[in-house]
């Protein structure tokens, strides 16, 4: 981890402290326009993976992402909860030699911030926060041979910043492509960015030889010889949002989510990285 | 809109930067990266080096000094695969698109099996074949002969169940595990569960756990159950084994030494009492090597004794040994005198 990594990392972690001084002393009276989403959403994407345990060489593939959220929000404050199952192939290759790998991950995650009104305007509004996220993640690699199978969980942590630019239109708009007159109506749109930096990180990982060895003893367990590593490694994660609301107070969602984790350590280290291109319809249930 | 560009390249650019904090991955067709770090992952798992007395350092000293900048995948090979060779270990293979180092412990004796021979003379011509087994009654219908030639993970309660109730009058079974080369170790405690009436502790295994080549885990106890339906325990049961017997096979020979009514017969197994694990190297290259041992009760009350020493040195990772020596002659292709001592120890 360099300088820069390490600056950004202290400075995302002391921000959620600015909270305390600054959270709106109206937000109860706002509570009851608060809104809340169902928030459905598909991906595509492309991921990386490097488990030195096996191979000092990366695994690259593409994935397809699912997701179920629950959204309350107001200007003041926003919570999501939720689950994101992503699936995808992935393979290394040098010169003739290739190794192919599938790739499972379940993650639930739950996030709660708050307005900070001196780092926000009519038309901006940064929110403050926490994120605890938890990513269970199985490959299966045939060229591993009997370590084909690798299975880790991470437990993270991580402080959140999410900044939204309000893109609504508040006049009807007249416009002409050529010939084409047409209207466009009010509408409200935003866009937004979230960046989660990891303050506290765990992960569940292999032990020293990789494999354990419950097979040969006729016990055979899941998570034999594994270790829980405490705060060790690191995650980073961010989203990109540009949202489109319906006259039906629903709304469309399309996301770039980018989420990168390691762990720490000098043996069998790991690291990953997601990148999502998502669709999310947003449905208003209240 | 300048400013937008700029601010969209920046929020992406941000989110693109796990290069700061990971590893950077180390693909390599560099032979001495390759040497280094096979023989680094070697040194640091496996788990045989004192029981075979094996100097790897001196092991790298040797073969780095075969490789140079610009040399063809195959000399490379060629050198990797015979410092692999140097384990002396058939769990141990380097493997590439183009070939796959091995040890071929078998070849260090005579070849003690030939399954013609015994179709030829002992089996009838529709002999059963039920899962993985080939079987049938031998030695005027006294005998169960049973051929288990590789441990495919098949084995189920009807295959066997159907094999016991067959066989349940005779005077005794024999399991052909000559040649077999192992596979699945489920199938051994599948095979064996069979064969007991109590619960039975078969053999304690440990596996590697530090960066010193003695450092190992506590020994974990190999329990088997019994069966809780057809079962043979109450005649004689023969296991043959020759040094083409690997790997689960091995793991069976050993767990054997625990069943008082099984006799292993034939020449001594080839060993593989080390679970192997894989990995690849920075040219993709593949590899695998054991990473446990696997011990007797009565070894692994000698290791808690502190006699490791004496415990190498008469390691069955050299071979599990036959309770009765047998061997092939092969100047009468008529008799497989293995077999054939094997049904003079029943029916004596």
């Given at each position: 981890?360099?300088?820069?990594?390490?600056?950004?990392?202290?400075?995302?972690?002391?921000?959620?402290?600015?909270?305390?001084?600054?959270?709106?002393?109206?937000?109860?009276?706002?509570?009851?326009?608060?809104?809340?989403?169902?928030?459905?959403?598909?991906?595509?994407?492309?991921?990386?993976?490097?488990?030195?345990?096996?191979?000092?060489?990366?695994?690259?593939?593409?994935?397809?992402?699912?997701?179920?959220?629950?959204?309350?929000?107001?200007?003041?404050?926003?919570?999501?909860?939720?689950?994101?199952?992503?699936?995808?192939?992935?393979?290394?290759?040098?010169?003739?030699?290739?190794?192919?790998?599938?790739?499972?991950?379940?993650?639930?995650?739950?996030?709660?911030?708050?307005?900070?009104?001196?780092?926000?305007?009519?038309?901006?509004?940064?929110?403050?926060?926490?994120?605890?996220?938890?990513?269970?993640?199985?490959?299966?690699?045939?060229?591993?041979?009997?370590?084909?199978?690798?299975?880790?969980?991470?437990?993270?942590?991580?402080?959140?910043?999410?900044?939204?630019?309000?893109?609504?239109?508040?006049?009807?708009?007249?416009?002409?492509?050529?010939?084409?007159?047409?209207?466009?109506?009010?509408?409200?749109?935003?866009?937004?960015?979230?960046?989660?930096?990891?303050?506290?990180?765990?992960?569940?990982?292999?032990?020293?030889?990789?494999?354990?060895?419950?097979?040969?003893?006729?016990?055979?367990?899941?998570?034999?010889?594994?270790?829980?590593?405490?705060?060790?490694?690191?995650?980073?994660?961010?989203?990109?949002?540009?949202?489109?609301?319906?006259?039906?107070?629903?709304?469309?969602?399309?996301?770039?989510?980018?989420?990168?984790?390691?762990?720490?350590?000098?043996?069998?280290?790991?690291?990953?990285?997601?990148?999502?291109?998502?669709?999310?319809?947003?449905?208003?249930?209240? | 809109?300048?400013?937008?560009?700029?601010?969209?390249?920046?929020?992406?650019?941000?989110?693109?930067?796990?290069?700061?904090?990971?590893?950077?991955?180390?693909?390599?067709?560099?032979?001495?990266?390759?040497?280094?770090?096979?023989?680094?992952?070697?040194?640091?798992?496996?788990?045989?080096?004192?029981?075979?007395?094996?100097?790897?350092?001196?092991?790298?000293?040797?073969?780095?000094?075969?490789?140079?900048?610009?040399?063809?995948?195959?000399?490379?090979?060629?050198?990797?695969?015979?410092?692999?060779?140097?384990?002396?270990?058939?769990?141990?293979?380097?493997?590439?698109?183009?070939?796959?180092?091995?040890?071929?412990?078998?070849?260090?004796?005579?070849?003690?099996?030939?399954?013609?021979?015994?179709?030829?003379?002992?089996?009838?011509?529709?002999?059963?074949?039920?899962?993985?087994?080939?079987?049938?009654?031998?030695?005027?219908?006294?005998?169960?002969?049973?051929?288990?030639?590789?441990?495919?993970?098949?084995?189920?309660?009807?295959?066997?169940?159907?094999?016991?109730?067959?066989?349940?009058?005779?005077?005794?079974?024999?399991?052909?595990?000559?040649?077999?080369?192992?596979?699945?170790?489920?199938?051994?405690?599948?095979?064996?569960?069979?064969?007991?009436?109590?619960?039975?502790?078969?053999?304690?295994?440990?596996?590697?756990?530090?960066?010193?080549?003695?450092?190992?885990?506590?020994?974990?106890?190999?329990?088997?159950?019994?069966?809780?339906?057809?079962?043979?325990?109450?005649?004689?049961?023969?296991?043959?084994?020759?040094?083409?017997?690997?790997?689960?096979?091995?793991?069976?020979?050993?767990?054997?030494?625990?069943?008082?009514?099984?006799?292993?017969?034939?020449?001594?197994?080839?060993?593989?009492?080390?679970?192997?694990?894989?990995?690849?190297?920075?040219?993709?290259?593949?590899?695998?090597?054991?990473?446990?041992?696997?011990?007797?009760?009565?070894?692994?009350?000698?290791?808690?004794?502190?006699?490791?020493?004496?415990?190498?040195?008469?390691?069955?990772?050299?071979?599990?040994?036959?309770?009765?020596?047998?061997?092939?002659?092969?100047?009468?292709?008529?008799?497989?005198?293995?077999l054939e001592r094997a049904i003079d120890e029943i029916l004596k």
């Amino acid at each position: 981890m360099n300088i820069q990594s390490i600056a950004c990392y202290v400075i995302m972690t002391l921000m959620p402290l600015v909270r305390c001084y600054s959270q709106d002393t109206d937000s109860l009276d706002r509570s009851t326009k608060r809104s809340l989403y169902l928030d459905l959403g598909l991906g595509l994407g492309k991921f990386n993976y490097t488990d030195f345990g096996t191979s000092p060489l990366t695994f690259r593939g593409s994935s397809y992402a699912v997701s179920v959220n629950g959204l309350i929000l107001d200007d003041s404050r926003e919570i999501h909860f939720g689950l994101d199952y992503i699936s995808g192939a992935a393979s290394n290759v040098v010169r003739n030699e290739v190794a192919v790998s599938q790739m499972y991950s379940i993650g639930i995650h739950y996030t709660h911030m708050y307005r900070i009104k001196a780092l926000s305007s009519e038309k901006w509004n940064t929110k403050l926060g926490g994120q605890i996220n938890v990513l269970g993640e199985l490959r299966y690699a045939p060229a591993m041979q009997n370590a084909d199978i690798g299975l880790d969980v991470f437990a993270n942590i991580l402080a959140s910043v999410k900044v939204t630019r309000d893109l609504s239109r508040i006049t009807p708009k007249e416009k002409k492509i050529w010939f084409i007159r047409y209207k466009l109506d009010p509408r409200k749109k935003n866009l937004s960015y979230q960046m989660n930096v990891g303050v506290i990180n765990h992960n569940l990982r292999n032990g020293y030889a990789y494999l354990g060895q419950s097979s040969v003893v006729n016990d055979f367990q899941l998570f034999d010889d594994y270790q829980f590593h405490t705060l060790s490694g690191f995650r980073m994660s961010s989203q990109l949002d540009y949202s489109y609301f319906l006259k039906n107070n629903n709304a469309l969602r399309l996301s770039y989510l980018w989420d990168a984790f390691n762990t720490g350590g000098d043996l069998n280290q790991f690291q990953m990285a997601y990148h999502t291109i998502k669709l999310a319809l947003l449905f208003n249930m209240k | 809109m300048n400013r937008k560009i700029v601010i969209l390249s920046m929020v992406l650019g941000l989110s693109s930067c796990e290069e700061l904090f990971f590893e950077d991955e180390v693909s390599s067709t560099s032979p001495q990266t390759n040497l280094d770090y096979l023989w680094n992952e070697v040194d640091k798992k496996y788990s045989f080096f004192e029981v075979k007395n094996i100097d790897w350092e001196e092991e790298k000293t040797r073969h780095e000094a075969m490789i140079y900048e610009g040399m063809s995948d195959d000399s490379l090979f060629q050198v990797l695969g015979s410092m692999m060779t140097e384990l002396r270990d058939d769990h141990t293979n380097l493997i590439s698109s183009f070939n796959v180092s091995f040890f071929g412990v078998r070849f260090n004796a005579q070849d003690n099996f030939d399954f013609r021979i015994i179709q030829d003379n002992y089996l009838p011509r529709d002999y059963y074949i039920s899962g993985p087994f080939t079987h049938d009654f031998i030695a005027n219908n006294q005998i169960g002969y049973i051929r288990f030639p590789s441990f495919t993970g098949t084995i189920n309660f009807t295959n066997l169940g159907f094999i016991l109730d067959r066989y349940k009058d005779t005077e005794g079974l024999i399991f052909d595990l000559r040649e077999n080369g192992g596979g699945a170790v489920s199938d051994v405690f599948a095979l064996l569960s069979r064969l007991i009436d109590e619960e039975t502790l078969i053999y304690q295994s440990r596996i590697r756990n530090g960066k010193e080549h003695s450092d190992f885990s506590e020994l974990e106890s190999a329990y088997l159950e019994p069966y809780p339906g057809t079962r043979y325990t109450h005649r004689p049961v023969v296991f043959l084994i020759d040094r083409g017997t690997y790997s689960a096979g091995s793991f069976t020979s050993l767990a054997t030494k625990a069943i008082p009514n099984i006799t292993l017969i034939g020449d001594t197994t080839g060993g593989g009492l080390g679970l192997p694990n894989g990995g690849q190297l920075p040219n993709g290259w593949r590899y695998r090597f054991s990473i446990t041992q696997a011990f007797t009760n009565e070894q692994a009350s000698k290791l808690e004794a502190g006699l490791e020493s004496e415990v190498n040195a008469d390691n069955y990772e050299n071979g599990v040994p036959p309770d009765i020596y047998a061997i092939m002659d092969w100047t009468n292709m008529d008799t497989d005198e293995v077999l054939e001592r094997a049904i003079d120890e029943i029916l004596k």
